[in-house]
Each structure stands twice: as structure tokens, then as C-alpha cells.
């Protein structure tokens, strides 16, 4: 099964690429799928690619709603475990 999650941006960097957190692990990910990401936009991640923007309540619910299932713990560990 793969998960796609919200994941908040803290920086743009050169070449398509920015920085994110999650649940206080900072990932570099690839934003060349999305146009304009910005610094406090949340976006969809699936390996290490955003997918799409998406609104920052429904980012923070998502996020409530996989922490209460404990998804979110399992997710971050996948995304620690990926260079």
C-alpha cells in the first residue's frame, strides 16, 4: 500500500527541490509536479514527490486523522528510512 501525506514546506531550494516537515522530520523533496510551492504551503508527498498544494485545515485534519489511526508515526519512519 503506499500513503501520500500532507507535509508542510520550510524552504524553497535551486533545482525544483524544497525543504519539508513532518512531524518534526525535515525531508528535501521534489516540487517540480507543483507551480508556485511556497514557504507555509502544506503539499501531498508520495517518495519523496509533492503532488499537489493542498488547503492547511484539510492538511491538519488529515495529519489529526492519521495520528489518531497511528499512521502518521509509521509514515514518518518510512520517510526517515528514504535518502
Same mark, same amino acid.
Given at each position: 500500500?503506499?500513503?501520500?501525506? +500532507? #507535509?508542510?514546506?520550510?524552504?524553497?531550494? +535551486? @533545482?525544483?527541490?524544497?525543504?519539508?516537515?513532518?512531524?518534526?522530520?525535515?525531508?528535501?523533496?521534489?516540487? #517540480?509536479?507543483?507551480? @508556485?510551492?511556497? +514557504?507555509?504551503?502544506?503539499v501531498i508527498?508520495?517518495?519523496?514527490?509533492?503532488?499537489?498544494?493542498? @488547503?492547511?485545515?484539510? *492538511?491538519?485534519?488529515?495529519? $489529526?486523522?492519521? *495520528?489518531? $489511526?497511528? *499512521?502518521?508515526? #509509521?509514515?514518518?519512519? *518510512?520517510?526517515? #528510512?528514504? +535518502?
Amino acid at each position: 500500500m503506499c500513503l501520500a501525506i +500532507p #507535509a508542510l514546506v520550510t524552504g524553497l531550494l +535551486p @533545482d525544483g527541490m524544497a525543504r519539508i516537515s513532518l512531524d518534526g522530520v525535515v525531508k528535501t523533496i521534489s516540487v #517540480a509536479l507543483v507551480e @508556485d510551492v511556497r +514557504p507555509g504551503d502544506y503539499v501531498i508527498v508520495h517518495v519523496g514527490h509533492a503532488l499537489a498544494r493542498i @488547503d492547511p485545515d484539510e *492538511a491538519e485534519r488529515t495529519l $489529526a486523522l492519521l *495520528a489518531e $489511526a497511528g *499512521a502518521l508515526g #509509521a509514515a514518518v519512519a *518510512a520517510a526517515e #528510512a528514504r +535518502p
